[in-house]
Nanobody, 123 residues
Framework: QVQLVESGGGLVQAGGSLRLSCAAS????????MGWFRQAPGKEREFVAS????????YYADSVKGRFTISRDNAKNTVYLQMNSLKPEDTAVYYCAADRVIGGMDYTNYDYWGQGTQVTVSS
């Protein structure tokens, strides 16, 4: 079992920045590929970014490429999502997730999920 706890969400004006953190516990963090997903009201959960076990490979949704950066610190059992140049359309609940095998863009690959953190971007 892996427990994931997100933090760092909040209210920010358009153009601003936030950094989300996801702290993991329960199993060896470096065994897991990690992903960030988001879900806005009335919309499907969508992929935001993912990172490989070592941190050597990262992937981004086109909508956030160049604005968001995913990173991880395996010594601290934490994955981060640095979000810059935020837009109102980035408003959503953001979830981190862990996968023992692949990770990537497909949310069905992920076995463990956090409770989510709200990000609201005002125009």
């Amino acid at each position: 079992q892996v427990q994931l706890v997100e933090s760092g969400g909040g209210l920010v004006q358009a153009g601003g920045s936030l950094r989300l953190s996801c702290a993991a516990s329960g199993r060896t963090f470096s065994w897991y590929a990690m992903g960030w997903f988001r879900q806005a009201p009335g919309k499907e959960r969508e992929f935001v970014a993912s990172i490989s076990r070592s941190g050597g490979s990262t992937y981004y949704a086109d909508s956030v490429k160049g604005r968001f950066t995913i990173s991880r610190d395996n010594a601290k059992n934490t994955v981060y999502l640095q979000m810059n140049s935020l837009k109102p359309e980035d408003t959503a609940v953001y979830y981190c997730a862990a996968d023992r095998v692949i990770g990537g863009m497909d949310y069905t690959n992920y076995d463990y999920w956090g409770q989510g953190t709200q990000v609201t971007v005002s125009s």
